[in-house]
């Protein structure tokens, strides 16, 4: 009989386990042991179902071989390349928690800084219409619609995927605590909607140019190309946007778009060519201008 080399490793603690998955995922995505070992246990709390405290308090059993298994898998997976939010199948942004699936953009915390402004211009209680174009999980869309529940929200995507997801979405939050009702509309941009006057629009388009060295990093690698890739050097999108949603705001109404740290200066161009007046922009939390808006003229 061969004798057992290292029969530690029969019984390897769920630390031991977290430790070698982190340094698997480290060496696979050239990140920091930190953030891999953060990412090696959200994947963990996903196989086990415990939270952090519950997993650092367990860290020195051993995990059964199905749990390992499934941790190992799922680690090897992120360490290729995933994204998390694919994995375990959702992503925490501003209140609440979202499905997420292939095929659809993931959220990101800079997108928070659109939904912050959004609900500094909606009162509280008075009735108001919005508008979220491409709306993709439905994040933004939900968000708003959950702080501002007089609010009537509407949500387009041309993508029949990422309309089944805002669905799902919208669903998952009630188990949350926020029933909300949003729209649903199939389609391309304002087009999809039928004719009506709105308060606020909101997008986050399309914006990274086709040759852009960052669309082979990252999560960005396994993310639907037609939620990211604009023509004309990212930009296309946003003049139809703009030049579609002056008639369909009111007079006073707001129009805000979510774009690349580096677009600011020209989404701005084209909201003034348009007609469109008090423009501005906010930084997202890394200090990049990240949301641009423009009011169409009383």
């Given amino acids: 009989m061969t004798p057992v080399e290292n029969p530690a490793s029969l019984d390897e603690c769920l630390d031991a386990v977290l430790r070698r998955c982190g340094e698997r995922i480290m060496a696979g995505r050239g990140c920091d042991r930190a953030e891999a070992l953060f990412e090696a246990r959200?994947?963990?709390?996903?196989?086990?179902?415990?939270?952090?405290?519950a997993l650092m308090l367990r860290g020195d059993r051993p995990p059964t071989p199905s749990v390992q298994d499934r941790?190992?898998?799922?680690?090897?997976?992120?360490?290729?390349?995933?994204?998390?939010?694919?994995?375990?199948?959702?992503?925490?942004?501003?209140?609440?928690?979202?499905?997420?699936?292939?095929?659809?953009?993931?959220?990101?915390?800079?997108?928070?800084?659109?939904?912050?402004?959004?609900?500094?211009m909606l009162p509280r209680t008075a009735p108001v219409r919005v508008l979220d174009l491409g709306t993709g999980s439905g994040a933004i869309a939900l968000s708003i619609a959950a702080e501002r529940s007089h609010a009537e929200v509407h949500a387009v995507d041309r993508s029949e995927v990422a309309i089944q997801l805002t669905a799902r979405n919208r669903e998952f939050l009630?188990?949350?605590?926020?029933?909300?009702?949003v729209g649903l509309w199939q389609g391309d941009w304002l087009e999809a909607v039928a004719p009506a006057t709105v308060d606020l629009?909101?997008?986050?388009?399309?914006?990274?140019?086709?040759?852009?060295?960052h669309l082979a990093e990252g999560d960005l690698r396994h993310e639907p190309v037609e939620a990211l890739v604009a023509d004309e050097a990212g930009l296309a999108d946003y003049r139809?946007?703009?030049?579609?949603?002056?008639?369909?705001?009111?007079?006073?109404?707001?129009?805000l778009l979510e774009h690349g740290f580096r677009q600011a200066r020209a989404v701005s161009g084209l909201l003034e060519q348009a007609g469109f007046e008090a423009i501005d922009s906010?930084?997202?939390v890394a200090g990049h201008p990240r949301v641009t808006a423009g009011r169409r003229p009383d």
Avoid: H, K, M
Avoid at 42 to 53: E, K, S
Avoid at 98 to 120: C, M, S
Avoid at 241 to 252: C, D, F, S, T
């Fill in 240 to 255: 139809r946007i703009i030049i579609q949603a002056r008639p369909v705001l009111r007079p006073g109404g707001w129009l």
């Fill in 42 to 53: 959200l994947l963990a709390g996903f196989v086990t179902g415990l939270d952090t405290t």
């Fill in 71 to 120: 941790l190992e898998s799922l680690c090897e997976r992120r360490a290729a390349g995933e994204p998390v939010a694919y994995l375990i199948g959702e992503r925490g942004f501003w209140r609440y928690r979202f499905r997420a699936a292939p095929g659809v953009l993931i959220p990101r915390p800079d997108t928070e800084v659109l939904v912050e402004w959004a609900l500094e």
């Fill in 282 to 284: 906010r930084r997202d």
């Fill in 201 to 213: 629009i909101v997008s986050n388009p399309p914006y990274i140019a086709a040759d852009d060295p």
């Fill in 174 to 181: 009630a188990e949350q605590g926020a029933s909300v009702t």
